[in-house]
């Protein structure tokens, strides 16, 4: 992390700690997250996630706030969560990456605000209660998700109402101007052309998303409201090393310039990944 720019989210209940330990996982500089999952700068989905925190710590009147991370995996952004005073669940199909997390929770000094279940997405409704959280976090989950419609209707369910969903997928058109710019033609051109934005039989990813059809499952799927549209690491690939890395040759420039790019609408599309916050209605 370069010099001591350690963001701060508020805390999650009146008295929670508030040390600097919330730096939800972000690509703003380098376009990679730490060994510890803490960010190198602040970015727009920080800042995002931590309006949402206040909003939900003042509706519950100063109580933890409740926060679902589906897929959330060894806790990237889980802990740093737990460690602004959060409680947090996350589910996850993997019994390793479980595992990672509640060592890291314990290294953390956190693992009383965190709770590692065993379970999909697609049958989430046996693994935490319904409408059971203010935030709910389906971050890298939709492009590997079998159903991504039923997946969004599941992730909405779990948010109470009036809550948040947030979420945070692999973008289409960012995806296909690396590869040209890479010089993988052929993969760029079928990321533009394949229905659901797959690179080939080998691609890992189930699909990638554009603006349009997010906005169209969220608001389709599962009958949300959207209230933020914004792109994360529209950078990435794009500028040297050195600049993204040097002060004095503008790393802080370039990422109070991603900070504004990431609510540009003309730009934002071509972000690595895609970042929407939908709420719940307060009754359905």
């Known amino acids: 992390m370069i010099g001591d720019a350690r963001p701060k989210l508020p805390p999650c209940a009146a008295g929670g700690p508030d040390d600097g330990r919330m730096r939800v ?6 376009g990679q997250w730490s060994e510890v999952g803490t960010p190198r700068s602040d970015s727009a989905v920080q800042r995002a996630l931590r309006g949402e925190i206040e909003r939900a710590r003042r509706r519950r009147g100063g109580l933890p706030v409740r926060v ?3 897929g ?32 890291r929770a314990r290294d953390a000094g956190v693992a009383d605000r965190v709770t590692a ?3 999909d997405v697609h049958a989430l409704v046996d693994a935490v ?10 971050h890298g989950l939709l492009e590997v998700v079998d159903d991504v419609a039923a997946a969004v209707g599941q992730l909405a369910e779990a948010v109470v109402p009036g809550g948040a969903l947030s979420v945070l997928v692999a973008g289409r058109y960012g995806a296909a101007l690396a590869l040209a710019h890479a010089g993988r033609v052929n993969q760029a051109r079928a990321v533009l052309t394949d229905p659901v934005g797959r690179s080939g039989p080998t691609d890992k990813l189930q699909r ?20 933020l549209v914004q792109g994360d690491g529209v950078f990435e690939g794009w500028l040297p090393g050195a600049v ?4 004095a040759g503008g790393g802080e420039g370039v990422a109070e310039l991603a900070g504004v790019v990431a609510g540009t ?8 990944r895609l970042h929407m916050l939908a709420r719940r209605p307060e009754s359905d």
């Not at 996982?25 to 380098?30: I, L």
């Not at 319904?130 to 389906?138: E, H, I, N, S």
């Not at 554009?210 to 209230?227: C, N, Q, W, Y």
């Open 25 to 30: 996982a972000d690509a703003g500089r380098s």
């Open 68 to 70: 679902l991370d589906v």
């Open 72 to 103: 959330g995996g060894s806790g990237v952004w889980a802990v740093p969560m737990a460690a602004a005073g959060c409680q947090v669940t996350v589910v996850d199909t993997s019994p390793n990456a479980l595992a990672a997390l509640r060592g």
């Open 117 to 119: 279940t065993q379970g």
């Open 129 to 138: 209660p319904a409408a059971g959280a203010d935030l709910v976090l389906g």
């Open 208 to 227: 990638r998303l554009d603006v349009v059809g997010l906005r169209g499952l969220l608001e389709s799927a599962a009958r949300l409201s959207i209230e």
């Open 244 to 247: 993204l890395e040097s002060a």
């Open 265 to 272: 609408p003309e730009l934002l599309v071509l972000a690595a």
